[in-house]
């Protein structure tokens, strides 16, 4: 079972008073987005089933909220989760040569995980980031204007740990 | 004709810097709030918001000050001011930039706003993809919070107000304000039908008022300035400034505040703004509004059906109605040049509406998925002529028949589409050899009989 450390539930507890009482099922988002980052980067069973016993919630709950956004990963993921956007205007931009040149940097295609657990490509819906596209999101960073010439360097500064 | 008011203070050259606390207070920061509350009484806000002639800028026009007189007063529940920052409609970035560059010209907006409308507790509703905004806005109420701006009897008043800013997690329905509110009690974010209005039963059953980042924003400057002064800028019932955020085929990709009635041709064409369409292309159409909005063909969208020179105005964009206008909408402003593909673009928006529609109403669930199956085989060759009108078929029986707006907004990319370019629909149809390939060439006329 996973569990937050003592610092974490105290975070917790502070997001619990931002709503009135007896409405402690609105911090769920939030709070998947916490056991996302700390148990490995997606949403197992467990942490799922986990974050509905700190909400009071039943587990059945959770899996409802955490299929509906797409924020949340429910299987494993790499590292680094590439998520590409591909919408209208990053389209327009160039984001599908992006794409194609991810894919074979990385020998993956859309959804999938490099062996070494390294990366994961995903493609994703507008980012807001129009102006500046195309934009790929990874982690809480948004890497903008990536060009095709632009994604090897990218992902060798990542694979060496460097942030974007 | 320029005048800033939203993003004023905001260097243009430097891209990521920030706007603290001590730069907006020197040029007038929280002035507003300041005169508030030693000066006003609620309603002379909301009567300030009323003269103002403010729209909401989130894409539907409704006068903000009327919807703030919808807000249910005579129950004894509390009520909740929710600021909609889930900016998710394709070619729309202007919230994200004026939070990113002044966040606290949109805290001071909702301090001001949840002032004249009673509330003590402020939800700021942002997209969970802009998390470290996220963090900049709670570093920014920190701050406020430390300067008394916010928490209990603020600055020596009786009033108290809390502001909260809460992820989402990825879903652009929930930039429906009815579907917000289900997100933000920690459901999935399914719209509501109504009535009853959240003005009425909102968040938690309680009054709400549901206001977009941008209309917030505005608010400081009307309080300061009078609804009069604000009025007199713009057209008719387009008052006030807009953010127009501009993408696309053009020189000057960004966010640039215009004084409403500015002329779409000089926005394109102005090094102020757009700086023309790239490489010296031609201007092939433009989506004035967020991809929810009917695209134009270049010649409609410079000038209306009846030869007007088109504005940045609601009135003006949505001249000629559907057959030959569009909407001012969220301000997206989204511009194709002359190698652009119009059928690949609008599949490619299909698949966006398919993959975010909630799929609570059958039309929609159902009407996105084929919208999107229809324009895929035509963009790569297995399309038959039959699927032109299968397209239009649809997309009338999605419009209209869900609880939401969002069918509506699926829908009118598709139709405008078709309408304005049919020709290239038909090459698409009749000619599949030629256009398997991502990069077919890009035939407009009609070449078949």
């Not at chain 1, 609105?26 to 974050?51: E, K, R």
């Not at chain 1, 493609?123 to 990874?138: K, Y």
């Not at chain 2, 040029?27 to 300030?48: E, F, K, M």
């Not at chain 2, 903000?64 to 970035?93: H, I, M, Q």
Request: net charge negative.
């Amino acid at each position: 079972m996973p569990e937050f450390s003592t610092t974490q539930l105290e975070a917790v507890q502070n997001l619990l008073t931002q709503y009135p009482e007896g409405r402690q099922k609105s911090a769920i988002l939030p709070l998947l987005h916490m056991a996302q980052q700390t148990f490995g980067g997606y949403l197992s069973v467990d942490t799922m089933n986990y974050v509905a016993t700190l909400l009071g919630m039943q587990p059945v709950e959770v899996y409802e909220v955490a299929t509906f956004y797409t924020m949340f990963h429910l299987t494993p993921v790499g590292t680094y989760v590439l998520e590409v956007c591909r919408t209208g205007p990053c389209a327009l931009a160039g984001a599908e040569d992006t794409l194609e040149r991810i894919e074979s940097v990385l020998g993956i295609k859309d959804g999938e995980t490099t062996p070494d657990g390294m990366f994961t490509l995903k493609t994703v819906e507008c980012l807001a980031s129009c102006g500046s596209a195309p934009v790929i999101q990874v982690g809480e960073r948004y890497v903008e204007q990536v060009t095709p010439d632009r994604v090897p360097a990218l992902i060798d500064q990542l694979r060496a740990g460097g942030c974007p | 004709m320029s005048q800033s008011i939203l993003l004023a203070g905001v260097a243009r050259d430097a891209s990521h810097s920030v706007v603290p606390l001590d730069r907006y207070e020197a040029i007038g920061g929280y002035q507003a709030w300041r005169h508030a509350l030693s000066h006003c009484t609620p309603d002379d806000v909301i009567q300030a918001v009323k003269d103002s002639g403010l729209r909401g800028r989130g894409g539907a026009g409704f006068p903000t000050g009327t919807k703030w007189g919808f807000l249910d007063r005579r129950t004894d529940k509390p009520r909740y001011l929710v600021c909609n920052a889930d900016e998710s409609e394709p070619g729309t970035f202007k919230d994200r930039y004026l939070m990113e560059k002044v966040p606290h010209r949109l805290l001071e907006g909702v301090m001001v706003s949840a002032y004249a409308l009673g509330v003590h507790t402020a939800y700021i509703y942002i997209r969970g993809e802009l998390m470290w905004l996220k963090h900049q806005l709670d570093k920014a109420i920190a701050e406020a919070t430390h300067a008394g701006y916010l928490g209990d009897r603020i600055l020596g008043s009786d009033y108290s107000l809390r502001v909260v800013v809460h992820p989402g997690g990825g879903a652009y329905i929930c930039g429906e304000e009815s579907a917000l509110l289900e997100s933000l009690e920690g459901k999935r974010g399914n719209p509501r039908q109504k009535p009853p209005f959240p003005a009425v039963s909102g968040l938690y059953g309680c009054p709400t008022v549901i206001n977009n980042v941008e209309s917030l924003a505005s608010v400081p400057w009307i309080v300061l300035n009078g609804g009069a002064a604000y009025r007199q800028l713009g057209v008719g019932n387009s008052t006030g400034t807009k953010l127009i955020s501009a993408s696309g085929h053009i020189n000057r990709p960004g966010v640039y505040e215009v004084v409403m009635g500015l002329s779409v041709q000089e926005f394109i064409e102005s090094d102020d703004y757009c700086g023309g369409v790239r490489k010296g292309r031609s201007l092939k159409a433009v989506i004035p509004g967020g991809s929810s909005v009917p695209v134009l063909p270049a010649h409609l969208a410079l000038r209306t059906a009846a030869g007007e020179p088109r504005l940045l105005t609601y009135e003006s964009l949505a001249d000629g109605g559907f057959v030959s206008g569009s909407m001012l909408g969220s301000g997206g402003f989204i511009v194709m040049d002359d190698t652009t593909c119009m059928v690949r673009n609008t599949w490619n928006f299909s698949r966006f509406y398919h993959h975010e529609s909630c799929g609570q109403c059958s039309p929609c669930r159902e009407g996105t998925g084929w919208l999107e199956r229809v324009l895929h085989r035509l963009e790569h060759g297995h399309g038959t002529p039959d699927d032109i009108d299968l397209l239009v078929d649809i997309t009338k029986k999605i419009e209209g028949n869900t609880i939401c707006t969002f069918g509506d907004a699926a829908s009118w990319p598709v139709a405008s589409a078709v309408r304005h370019f049919r020709g290239e629909f038909e090459y698409h149809a009749y000619h599949p050899d030629r256009v398997a390939s991502r990069h077919h060439p890009i035939v407009t006329e009609r070449t078949v009989v």
